[in-house]
């Protein structure tokens, strides 16, 4: 396989130290992640050749984040160098009732203000046969949202499988659209939608009985709105829908489901207690469910439950990116979930 492409926004993370708010102490966690970054860093450690499509300015922010990835093995050179500034968000970690908190401050970064002539195409996709998009860049600014249907319409014409996770994000819908009027046009040219049940709501616009502040809705409500969205787009492969339950901020179950069209499949359930770090859990259940589908062909159910294994795992991992590997996604996916220690 070629090269999975990812594009978006890769910020700055300052987080508060353990579980405290933010400036209780004087110090935060500086680190990077933002979603399509994580899905491409995660598949890198998961084996697969990938690279980062954005825009970063010319200063030793640009270049952590850049280092960052590189770390990672993500390619990098597809990066262009422009703007004044990375997009920052501020995270407070929640503990048992209280929930975790997100503060951004993105406005007027260099992917916010980026167009799509400002990238070559031809050098973005060049080896590619995946592209991964969200609903985030899209919702960041109107360019953001230029940029995201002309780079998903030049990967169609290409011929490149186009995954979208929907990722509606209500604080970042500001410039005057609404998230159904830009997602709806974006979604006619992804293969492989990504979403929980808001997503497909509030992205897309999608009319169903179920209620999305409810735990658990039932798997039955999971098939009734998959099979909505893959009729409102008749072009779309597969979706794919991540079930969180929240009994705490500290203790989720997590399962997904996938309807192909032919077939429904419905993932394991993990209860993950003395959760760690929740932020990336979709993004690794991305990149997860990306490796499933392009290392399993064939074998939906396989990389269902792989992709919803490796976001099991990232629950356990400070930071944005899901740091594991393959065997021990696999291990998990066979019943090891004791936590041992491996000697």
Same mark, same amino acid.
């Given at each position: ?14 987080? &508060? ?8 102490? =004087? ?7 933002? /979603?399509? &970054? ?5 598949? !890198? ?11 970063? =300015? ?8 850049? &280092? ?7 390619? #990098? ?21 209280? =929930? ?9 970064? !260099? @992917? ?35 940029? &995201? ?10 011929? @490149? ?18 998230? =159904? ?11 492989? #939608? ?44 597969? @979706?794919?829908? #991540? ?73 356990? @991992? ?16 066979? /019943? ?8």
């Amino acid at each position: 396989m070629g090269t999975i492409v990812t594009l978006g926004e890769i910020m700055l993370r300052l987080k &508060s130290l353990g579980n405290e708010r933010l400036f209780q102490s =004087p110090i935060l966690e500086a680190t990077f992640g933002g /979603g399509e &970054s994580n899905v491409a860093s995660c598949l !890198s450690l998961l084996g697969k050749k990938t690279a980062f499509v954005t825009a970063l =300015p010319k200063n030793s922010i640009g270049e952590g984040a850049i &280092s960052t990835l590189r770390s990672r093995g993500v390619d #990098t050179s597809r990066i262009i160098r422009q703007g004044d500034r990375v997009g920052i968000y501020y995270l407070e970690t929640g503990a048992n009732q209280r =929930p975790s908190t997100v503060v951004y401050d993105r406005a007027d970064s !260099s @992917i916010c203000e980026a167009k799509p002539s400002d990238f070559n195409w031809d050098t973005v996709f060049a080896d590619a046969t995946w592209f991964h998009i969200t609903g985030i860049t899209p919702a960041i600014s109107a360019d953001g949202a230029e940029l &995201s249907l002309a780079a998903v319409k030049e990967a169609k014409k290409r011929g @490149i499988t186009v995954s979208c996770d929907l990722n509606y994000r209500k604080k970042l819908w500001k410039y005057g659209k609404s998230a =159904p009027e830009v997602m709806n046009e974006l979604a006619k040219y992804v293969d492989i #939608t990504i979403a929980n049940e808001e997503d497909c709501q509030e992205c897309l616009g999608i009319e169903s009985e179920a209620d999305v502040t409810k735990a658990d809705l039932g798997v039955d409500r999971y098939k009734e709105i998959s099979d909505l969205v893959l009729k409102q787009f008749p072009e779309m492969k597969k @979706i794919a829908i #991540t079930m969180r339950e929240s009994y705490s901020a500290d203790h989720n179950s997590w399962s997904a489901v996938l309807n192909n069209r032919t077939d429904f499949f419905v993932s394991p359930k993990y209860d993950i207690k003395n959760i760690i770090d929740r932020v990336g859990g979709g993004d690794s259940f991305a990149a997860g469910l990306i490796y499933g589908l392009t290392t399993f062909t064939n074998d939906d159910q396989k990389a269902l439950d792989f992709a919803v294994a490796t976001s099991c795992l990232k629950h356990s @991992i400070p930071g944005d990116v899901a740091l594991v590997t393959e065997s021990e996604v696999l291990n998990l996916m066979k /019943g090891d979930g004791s936590g041992r220690v491996q000697r």
